[in-house]
Structure formats: C-alpha cells, structure tokens
C-alpha cells in the first residue's frame, strides 16, 4: 500500500510506471503476509518488484516501450518471472524503458520519457531508465532491468541506486524479449548491495530453456556483504580515467578508492588496451543481432499490424497510376512503365513494409539499417567479422588483468544525468555514454554500479566494479565496502 500510494502520489511527473495492476499486487501481498504469519514464506516476502516492459509476465503487457507490440501480451511467464514468484516477491508493475532496450536516456519510448527522481528536468539513464527511477522514487524495493551494454549500471549511475549486471550466462534470458542475444542480461536495481545479493541468489541458475545459462552452482551471496574483505586487489585502469570523464566524478572516485586503500585495499594500475575500440565493435555488433532479432516483427505473427484494406487500396492506386501512364506512353517508355508495374509489391510485402514503417520508432529503424548493412555481402567481413576479432581481444585484455586483480574500478558513466532533450539529435553523443559499461558486455563479464557521492550540480554519480565471469561475489563485497564508507 506504502508503493501504491508513492507511485499515486508522483508517477505523473516521474512516469517509471507504465501499467500497475493494484487489485493483484494488493491480493498477492495478503496471500505473503499469511505464508509469513505461519513460517512459510519465501526468501523475497516483503519485497515489491517492478518489471522492465520487456520481461514476460503471463497475461501482462510487454511492449518494449514500441508501437509494434503496443497490443502484446505474454502467454507465459519468463523464467525470472516464475524465481521471483516463487520466493514470494509481489510484482508491481511494467516500467518505461528505451524501445527495445535501445538508448541511454529513456527517451525513446511511446509512453513520453521518464523523469529523474532527483530531478526531473534531467534523464533518469537508459534504457532501464524506468527500472532505475522506480527504485529511487521508491515506488519499489527492487525491479528488473537489462544491461546490454550498460543499461542497468548507467540509470543506477544516474538515478542514485545500486545496479547489477550479472555474468552472461548467469541469468536465464527465457521470456526476455532479445536485443542482442550474445549481450543481452537481466539483472537487478536496488536501494542496498545486500538486495542486490537476495535478488541474484533467486534470479541465477541453469535453466534448461536456455541453452545459454549457466549450470555452475549458486552462491550463497549474501555472505560477501555480511562479511566484506577489505583485503582486496583493485585494478585501476588509466584508459577509465581520462579526457572525457567529469573532472568532479573522478576526484571523488578517487577519493573512495583512497577510502578503500586506507582499509586495507590494495590499488594496482593495469591497462586495458583495446577498451578503446568498445564503442565501435559493441555498435557493429549488437546492431547487427538487432536486426536479425528484429526480423521476427512482420505484423503477421503478432504485435501491430498496418490496415489491409488501406494497404489495397494503396496498391491499386499505384497499378493504375502506373497503367494510365502507359496509355500515353510508347516504345522503351512503356517496357519501362511495365518492369514498374511487375514490381509493385505484392499485398503482404507492402503489409509487412507498412507494419513496420509504423511500428518501430527511429533509433530502432537506424539501428536495424546499420545491422542490416554491417551483415551485408561486401561488408561482413570488413565489419562483422573484424568485430568479433576485437570482441575477442578485449576479452583478453580482461582475462589477463584478471590474473592480477580481484576487481576493476572505474567511473560508471562521463557525467551526472544530463538534461532531457539535450542529446536527443546526437544519436553519437548517446552512444558515448557506454563508453565505461560496454566492454564489460563485450567480455560477458559481471559489473556493479554503486553510489559514489553527490555532484556540486546535486545529482548523484556512482562508480563501476567489474569483476571476472561467475565472480559476482567479489562485486559485491567491493560495493559493500564502498557502501559502508557513506
Ligand atoms: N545504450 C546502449 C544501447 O543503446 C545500451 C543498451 C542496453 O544496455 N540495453 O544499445
């Protein structure tokens, strides 16, 4: 009740919150409260969780914040959906993203942009920008967001809370509307590390739906925050750290890693030195699955579909414009006039066209044209194919500063949230908010944002640890030390 009236009370300015459903989040915290009354409860009694609009809950709207699946409901419940309820969490709600999990402001989405609790002249990040704002405007303890390339731990950044993005793998993606396959995780946003653990402890674990999750067992992560080592090896990268990054943001990152060296932590410089490269390959390459995970939106299958009857008429309006031309016409004229006539399209084709033209907003056009031509012949090898190589390299960059160091420090995104609006037209400007975040997906590494300290501008900023596959264990005993010192 506590949430419901919070999310009453301002989610008309902050608008995280795209569909609440009261009745069943009212019923469910009755049906919990007894199971506590009696002992039984599961491990998440208590907690209330807000859904991305892109994780499929049975009978619920996921619409990925486009037109295209404005009218789409999931027929069953992703595998996140189902650990969740097992262990009695309520579920809230479906929050505003970035359409298709594409952006970093939560701009580009049907439902209007979200608006940074903080303050809401400002972004709250994307594209789990609605994920983030949800937990810092306290309309829940925790929600679910996807990091592709950075999209839980940059609105974390930006909105004030604690974000997790998990080893790929580690988390079943089953029920998870795709991005970019080979990127794509769920993950959690929360107001503390320690719920940060919980919700990891319900949410890993193999899952024979996916091929892609991991069979390692699951460790008990609570134990790393109850019991943080300050002991630890941290690896400061100078390629993190330089033009680019608010002067403010790492002096005070600076000043926690100083914090966590009087502790006991030992700082050791290390070079990443392809992570310059991030950017391009992560564009090249997570563009290029778009398209192909894209591809499946015909307007047939499922979501929106153009008007037939205005599709028709269009086309028959064409054939005649095309053949009262060729009354007049003679010669090459009308052989010409006729190769147009065969290539009208045919009704399905201009459905199919139409669908989409309506459907998808303009990020997602841009990015399923560049997808589309980094894929093409010609083109492949040069792009694609030269991606995956420094996909690679930048994997080994990690493994081997891994061989030195427990974790990875760096900022977690250049600047404190920005204001609405301001990169909109600068599709590149956007981009190079990932810059931190991308490589840790590109590498299928885990990473953690964690609050950091408040700019003079009055917004928060956080920093990022990073941490070796399967090794969420270290982010989290690092984030706790941090979280310890404020
Ligand atoms: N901002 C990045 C993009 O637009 C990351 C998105 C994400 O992590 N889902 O692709």
């Known amino acids: 009740q506590n949430y419901i009236q919070n999310i009453e009370q301002r989610n008309d300015k902050i608008n995280a919150v795209v569909s609440l459903d009261k009745e069943t989040a009212l019923k469910r915290a009755g049906e919990v409260q ?104 306290d309309f829940c303890t925790a929600s679910l967001g996807t990091d592709t390339g950075g999209s839980i731990r940059q609105p974390a950044s930006y909105c004030g809370v604690v974000g997790l993005k998990p080893t790929y793998g580690r988390v079943s993606r089953y029920g998870l509307i795709a991005y970019a396959s080979s ?112 591809a499946r939106y015909d307007g047939i299958r499922y979501g929106h579909r153009a008007d037939i009857e205005e599709v028709e008429k269009e086309l028959k309006q064409e054939e005649e414009a095309i053949k009262e031309q060729m009354k007049l016409a003679g010669g090459d004229k009308k052989v010409e006039l006729g190769a147009q006539l065969d290539d009208v399209d045919s009704p399905l084709i201009r459905l199919y066209k139409k669908s989409r033209t309506e459907g998808f907003g303009q990020e997602v056009k841009r990015r399923i044209m560049l997808g589309t031509y980094v894929l093409s012949a010609g083109y492949y090898d040069a792009y694609y194919a030269k991606a995956q190589k420094v996909r690679r390299l930048i994997k080994e960059d990690f493994t081997s500063a891994f061989e030195e160091v427990d974790v990875i420090v760096s900022p977690t995104a250049p600047t404190t949230a920005f204001d609405i609006g301001a990169n909109i037209e600068n ?25 950091a300290g408040v700019h003079t501008n009055g917004l928060p900023y956080g920093m990022q640890f990073m941490a070796n596959t399967f090794e969420e264990g270290k982010l989290f005993n690092a984030a706790r030390l941090v979280e310890q010192l404020s």
């Not at 608010?246 to 100083?258: K, N, V």
């Not at 991308?438 to 953690?448: K, P, Q, V």
């Open 34 to 137: 007894e199971r506590i009354e009696q002992g039984t409860a599961g491990k998440l009694a208590g907690m209330v969780v807000g859904i991305k609009d892109l994780i499929c809950e049975k009978d619920k709207q996921a619409t990925c914040a486009s037109n295209i699946l404005a009218n789409f409901e999931s027929v069953y419940d992703a595998t996140v959906i189902e650990r969740l309820r097992d262990e009695d969490a309520i579920l809230l709600g479906r929050l505003n993203m970035d359409e298709f999990a594409m952006g970093s402001s939560n701009e580009n989405t049907i439902y209007g942009p979200t608006h940074n609790p903080v303050d809401a002249s400002k972004v709250p990040g994307g594209s789990s920008g609605g994920s983030a704002a949800a937990v810092a405007a």
């Open 183 to 294: 990127f794509d995780c769920i993950g959690p946003l929360t107001h503390s590390v320690k719920d940060a653990a919980i919700m990891l402890e319900t949410l890993a674990g193999h899952d024979e739906n996916d091929n892609t999750s991991s069979s390692r067992a699951v460790p008990d992560y609570q134990r790393f925050v109850d019991r943080p080592d300050a002991n630890i090896r941290i690896g400061v990268p100078e390629e993190y750290f330089g033009e680019g990054l608010d002067d403010e943001i790492r002096e005070g990152i600076r000043g926690r890693l100083a914090e966590l060296e009087e502790a006991g932590a030992e700082l050791v410089p290390i070079h990443l030195p392809h992570m310059k490269y991030g950017i391009a390959t992560y564009y090249i390459l997570a563009t290029a699955e778009a398209s192909s995970n894209l």
């Open 427 to 451: 599709p590149l400007q956007m981009y190079l908010n990932d810059i931190y975040t991308i490589s840790a997906n590109l590498a299928g590494i885990c990473g953690i944002n964690i609050p």
